[in-house]
């Protein structure tokens, strides 16, 4: 079946720094792209949809200018936590619509940012 | 706005036992709806999918009901494992675009 994959799989980093993930849809190609974070014991809240060759489109209460998303190509989108603090400590997810398969669509294995 | 809810937060049986977990939604105009299972500290892996015009899916021991009226689908696990225990997700798409709004989630263990 379809692929996501997400890296890194886990990344500790200093307050104040930024950080970015990958998401890559292996073997399809991803039109769109969203991004989600958990907190633990919590559901998957979305960040922010993104469309390859546009501008993200983020959710109400998401700052932009603190998580940069960039979808240059079919395969790939990036989500840069900017000037991390701990509160920005949780699990992110991508997940990618497959443009060719209805549109289903298949998730990441997730990264773990600890902020310190 | 959509909102989905799952009931019940958690549920422990012993193994060999059926699974029943309910997902409801307010809005029933929905494009499909999914159910997922996440394993700690893992991401999700897709169980059943639901289109709107159906009214189960069936895979396995797994066995999803809709019923789009009622805003309810329910989840049905038979004969559970210890390997079952997971925690599960309904979701449901909020536009064209697949944008999911999720439940909380039922946190399962079956014991041996």
């Known amino acids: 079946g379809a692929v996501v994959s997400q890296h890194p799989s886990w990344v500790i980093c200093k307050s104040g720094t930024s950080v970015k993930i990958e998401c890559r849809s292996l073997?399809?190609?991803?039109?769109?792209m969203f991004w989600y974070r958990q907190f633990p014991k919590q559901s998957l809240m979305l960040m922010a949809t993104?469309?390859?060759?546009?501008?993200?489109?983020?959710e109400q209460g998401v700052e932009k200018d603190k998580f940069l998303i960039n979808h240059a190509s079919l395969t790939l989108s990036t989500l840069t936590v900017t000037s991390a603090h701990p509160e920005d400590s949780s699990f992110y997810i991508c997940?990618?619509?497959?443009?060719?398969?209805?549109?289903?669509?298949?998730f990441g294995p997730g990264t773990r940012l600890t902020v310190t | 706005k959509q909102e989905v809810t799952q009931i019940p937060a958690a549920l422990s049986v012993p193994e060999g036992e059926n699974l029943v977990l309910n997902c409801s939604f307010t809005?029933?105009?929905?494009?499909?709806l999914q159910w997922f299972r996440q394993d700690p500290g893992k991401g999700l892996t897709s169980l059943l999918l639901?289109?709107?015009?159906?009214r189960e899916q069936t895979s396995g021991r797994l066995n999803a009901s809709l019923d789009k009226s009622s805003g309810r689908s329910t989840l049905y696990i038979a004969a559970s494992q210890p390997g079952d225990s997971a925690t599960y997700l309904c979701?449901?798409?909020?536009?064209?675009?697949?944008?999911?709004?999720f439940g909380a989630g039922t946190q399962v263990v079956v014991t041996p």
């Open positions: 997940s990618a619509r497959d443009r060719e398969a209805a549109g289903e669509q298949y």
């Open positions: 073997d399809f190609q991803a039109t769109t």
């Open positions: 993104s469309n390859e060759g546009s501008k993200a489109t983020y």
């Open positions: 809005d029933s105009a929905i494009y499909n």
């Open positions: 639901i289109q709107s015009s159906q």
């Open positions: 979701a449901v798409p909020t536009d064209s675009w697949g944008k999911f709004q």
